[in-house]
């Protein structure tokens, strides 16, 4: 069993920066990869990025340029930094585990855990 809390979120100004943090319980947290999705008001849960065991990465084309995924094993710690936040950047944002941790490809229906999101609100 792992557990994941998000923390980082906050209200920011387009053009600003935020750094997401999600912490995991557990041992097993160097075997999973690790996934960034978000949920804006009224649409559907997307995917952001992707982080495996081996640290090779996978964006959304949108956050691709502006987005970076990185893991502290020592820490159990996944992170998204995000930078020249836009407006259309607001929504619940949710990591992820998964089992396939040497794994590139990854659908949402992959992911074995969630955390429960931490909101991210860019303002124009």
């Known amino acids: 069993q792992v557990q994941l809390v998000e923390s980082g979120g906050g209200l920011v100004q387009a053009g600003g920066s935020l750094r997401l943090s999600c912490a995991a319980s557990g041992r097993t947290f160097s075997t999973y990869a690790m996934g960034w999705f978000r949920q804006a008001p009224g649409k559907e849960r997307e995917f952001v990025a992707r982080?495996?065991?081996?640290?090779?990465?996978a964006y959304k084309d949108s956050v691709k340029a502006r987005f970076t995924i990185s893991r502290d094993n020592a820490r159990n710690t996944v992170y998204l930094q995000m930078n020249a936040l836009k407006p259309e950047d607001t929504a619940v944002y949710y990591c992820a585990a998964d089992r396939q941790g040497w794994s590139l490809a990854g659908t949402e229906g992959s992911y074995d855990y969630w955390g429960q999101g931490t909101q991210v609100t860019v303002s124009s």
């Open positions: 982080i495996t065991i081996g640290r090779n990465t």
